[in-house]
């Protein structure tokens, strides 16, 4: 997270001319396979109960119904006084069709094979403009915790050294690299390309991901869990080969039980996938699994570790028992941990990810664990979201959504309200009938991020995702660092609790980070693969 000056630009999306009439359609804009649930949501002022809806192809209606009694809305999850439900799953043959709805704006619908691979494939695109241009990380500056490690502070070592650690991706709008949300996404495209191998690109991505969690444990006293440090927030706009910093980054190195074992997850993980695929990189990185997983047993090593800045903690993770359980399952070491099912889904929650490994490879005891916590997911709501407006809510209900199917999966279904609810939700069946990834192969989708490379080259975010709508109290609490105009088109969609807006310098809401993308293309993964 960067806080700058704000300057404001704002999305312009045809959407908007549909609330001259009080009735919206909100549906995925990406399309549908044939196979699966297929409904829009319809929100209006008024109540239009009764009223016929048509779906088309070449002008000739081939579905056709009446708008079924709606419910109130909640001011929650919606804001309109009314909304429905259309459900036109019956439609199997794949095509281009149009929705019609008395009083709305026609919505373009699309039924094919395979409509997610592309967005996967831009998802990438973006994880590739964050890959790091420090080259002056090749020498960072080896820091180490002053004091007690709960503080947050650090100072550099004695004597003084320098560590090879060029490589990684940035975390988001910054350019600070965070080694526990690099082994997050490293894990996840790994998933991603277990659960369909035919997405293109996925293990070049994860491959680049893995060599540079080879660097973080040059040695058996040192591991590092950070490069660059809050005074990257000090230095404004500027592109990475331009910045004052570089050369002078710090190394956090810690020995972390959290990131050593997020870690060595993602490494052993990597040596299973690569086994058949590239045998040196494989055995390069189960060795480093290994030594990294046993000295995280050791006796001098801590719980965590973190930096303390003035505005925030960076990344305090507090717990190590589900990372290590995720390490020791994908050591094959199914009997080491046995995590509690959780009631989150995130950079610092990996409880699901352990229990759902160790299910797979036989363990009952964890396979229900892993559907406790996919049963605290379904959530009724319009919009069938697992959980609460938050900071990141995207990313947190995309990573709740993957489990949830995962967990169902287990079971023999495919049914999972939240799963398809929430990637409905990403492709634009949302309040603002806004696709949250940008792409222009989208009708209408987000045109900003907040990032410096993009702002600064202007060059359109293609694949980045947003953070999704956030808590509104929170978000006032922020409003002190960007700028929201008044009239804003998006506020009619607003509720209560939650808000969204398209703002470049809005980093609760259009910041992406490395994990929503991780979160998202383990999501596209399942969507689109052969079952």
């Given at each position: ?20 009439a ?23 002022d ?10 088309k ?18 001011n ?17 043959e ?38 790091s241009r ?11 915790v ?15 050294r ?58 058996e ?40 074992g997020?870690?060595a ?25 290994k030594?990294?997983y ?35 399952a ?34 009952e005891?964890?396979?229900?664990r ?6 605290r997911y ?22 709740k ?10 079971q023999?279904?495919?049914?999972s ?14 309040n ?10 989208l ?31 929170t ?19 607003n ?5 969204f ?19 998202l ?11």
């Open positions: 997270m960067n806080i700058f000056s704000p300057i404001f630009t704002i999305a312009i999306a045809g959407f908007f001319l549909s609330a001259q009080g009735v919206w359609i909100r549906i995925n804009q990406a399309g549908y396979t044939p196979e699966r649930n297929k409904t829009a949501i319809i929100l209006s008024t109540d239009i109960a009764g009223k016929i809806w048509n779906l192809k070449n002008d000739v209606t081939v579905l056709s119904g009446k708008i079924p009694a709606g419910k109130p809305g909640d929650i999850f919606v804001a309109q006084a009314f909304t429905y439900t259309i459900d036109f799953s019956k439609l199997k794949k095509g281009d069709y149009t929705l019609e709805v008395s009083g709305a704006q026609t919505q373009q619908v699309l039924v094919k094979d395979d409509p997610y691979s592309l967005f996967a494939t831009q998802a990438l695109m973006h994880l590739r403009a964050m890959r420090h080259s002056g990380d090749s020498a960072a500056i080896v820091y180490k002053k004091g007690d490690w709960k503080q947050g502070t650090w100072q550099e070592g004695v004597p003084h320098t560590i090879d650690m060029q490589g990684g991706h940035y975390d988001a709008g910054d350019y600070i690299k965070f080694t526990l949300n690099e082994a997050y996404l490293a894990w996840h495209l790994l998933n991603a390309y277990i659960e369909n191998p035919s997405l293109p690109g996925i293990l070049d991505e994860a491959k680049y991901s893995l060599d540079y969690l080879l660097k973080t444990f040059p040695d006293n040192t591991f590092v869990i950070q490069v660059g440090d809050g005074k990257d927030h000090e230095q404004g706009w500027r592109l990475p080969e331009n910045d004052a910093l570089k050369g002078k980054r710090p190394a956090l190195c810690a020995l972390s039980r959290t990131h050593m997020s870690t997850a993602a490494l052993a993980l990597g040596a299973n996938v690569f086994k058949n695929i590239d045998a040196k990189a494989s055995a390069k990185y189960r060795e480093k699994a030594a990294i046993d000295r995280a047993g050791q006796s001098d090593t801590q719980a965590s570790a973190f930096e303390h800045n003035a505005t925030n903690d960076f990344y305090y993770d507090q717990t190590d028992e589900d990372n290590m359980a995720l390490a020791a994908e050591l094959g070491e199914i009997k080491a941990y046995a995590p509690p099912a959780a009631s989150e889904v995130s950079w610092s929650e990996w409880n699901a990810f352990a229990n759902y490994r160790l299910a797979v490879q036989g363990d005891a964890a396979k229900n892993l559907l406790l916590e996919a049963k379904e959530w009724e709501n319009i919009w069938d979201l697992p959980g609460e407006y938050m900071w990141g809510s995207l990313h947190r209900w995309i990573g959504a993957n489990v949830h199917l995962r967990a169902q999966r287990l023999g279904k495919d049914l309200l939240p799963f398809w609810g929430v990637l409905d939700y990403v492709f634009g069946r949302n603002w009938g806004i696709a949250m990834l940008a792409s222009n192969d009708p209408y989708s987000i045109r900003n991020v907040y990032n410096g490379i993009y702002r600064l080259t202007k060059v359109f975010p293609t694949g980045a995702l947003s953070e999704g709508p956030g808590d509104r109290a978000h006032l609490e922020m409003r002190k660092y960007f700028a929201i105009p008044k009239n804003n088109s998006f506020e009619k969609f509720t209560e609790v939650g808000v807006y398209d703002n470049a310098d809005d980093f609760m809401i259009q910041e992406s980070t490395i994990g929503g993308q991780g979160d293309l383990l999501m596209l993964a399942l969507a689109s693969r052969q079952r």
